[in-house]
Nanobody, 124 residues
């Protein structure tokens, strides 16, 4: 249902842009979230937005470095990741909720569909 891509190996301080394709979805009000899971750790909400809501959410650990954006025409959602750190290493997932969920977009249980994940590895 969702397809995430753009992961890879990058040195600390580098940048990557992740892309989530949501073209198969026909609904126009929704929430999109980016989550990540590092080995041995729980899945963490990284960034998300909900249509009709004012500002996107960013985890404290990525605030000021990551930016979520969307292209409605292409039905794609992006996560621009700058100044990457080794602790950003994880499998990143995009998720979609078929209704807007406002500030609850940071919680994994709010989502109906998940992508397959893309691995981001940041070397020191």
């Amino acid at each position: 249902q969702l397809q995430a891509s753009g992961g890879g190996l990058v040195q600390a301080g580098g940048s990557l842009r992740l892309t989530c394709v949501i073209s198969r979805f026909t609904f126009y009000e929704y929430a999109i979230g980016w989550f990540r899971q590092a080995p041995g750790k729980e899945r963490e909400g990284v960034s998300c937005f909900s249509t009709g809501d004012g500002s996107p959410y960013y985890a404290d650990s990525v605030e000021g470095r990551f930016t979520i954006s969307n292209d409605n025409a292409k039905k794609m959602v992006y996560l621009q990741m700058n100044n990457l750190k080794p602790e950003d290493t994880a499998v990143y997932y995009c998720a979609a909720a078929i209704v807007p969920v406002g500030s609850r977009c940071r919680y994994a249980h709010e989502y109906d569909y998940w992508g397959q994940g893309t691995l981001v590895t940041v070397s020191s």
